[in-house]
């Protein structure tokens, strides 16, 4: 009896614990959001379809600044962070630092970017770290797009584009 007794508890006490860490992970990615909300919304969209990202595209191409899109897009800065610190530790820290003091010499935007949008402003200067943290956190886990993915789905979707001429 005693080993039962020991087992529901240890079971117990796992449980508690385990139901735990989703909750304060959960908390982290709504404050995460709620930051996302508040700082960078107003120049970053959420989310860029593939159909935004071709729009994007192509007005570069041109020599355009893209129309639709003010700055990019979370899900594609997401990946492309990723891309050069795919271990959330390192992602965190470089997000954290490059809202914080951001430059071009140390960001990971594609050149183009920097043409038609500059870099961004220091918005991480008036933030909390733990606001800094939990947007960084949200950024990394929010997103499961892999860059050279998208990249590559963006550019199959110029080609059929461009082999349909009437398509927008």
Known sequence: MNILKSLT??????ATVSSAVPE????IMERGYRVYK??????????????????????????KRPE???APPMNLVSARVKEFYPNEIEFVEFVKDY??????SKGVCKPAAYTFFGTMPPIG????????????RWLYHNYSDVWSELF???K????????IPELP
Do not use: Y
Not at 125 to 136: C, N, T
């Open 68 to 70: 639709n899109i003010d």
């Open 99 to 104: 809202i914080t003091n951001p430059s071009k």
């Open 9 to 14: 508890l240890g079971v117990a006490v796992l």
């Open 152 to 154: 590559k789905r963006v």
């Open 125 to 136: 200067q008036g933030m909390s770290e733990e606001d800094k943290d939990a947007v960084a």
């Open 24 to 27: 304060a992970d959960r908390e």
């Open 156 to 163: 199959e979707l110029q080609r059929k584009r461009e082999a």
């Open 38 to 63: 508040e700082n960078c919304s107003l120049c970053h969209m959420e989310r860029a379809t593939l159909w935004d990202f071709l729009k994007a595209r192509l007005s570069v191409l041109s020599g």
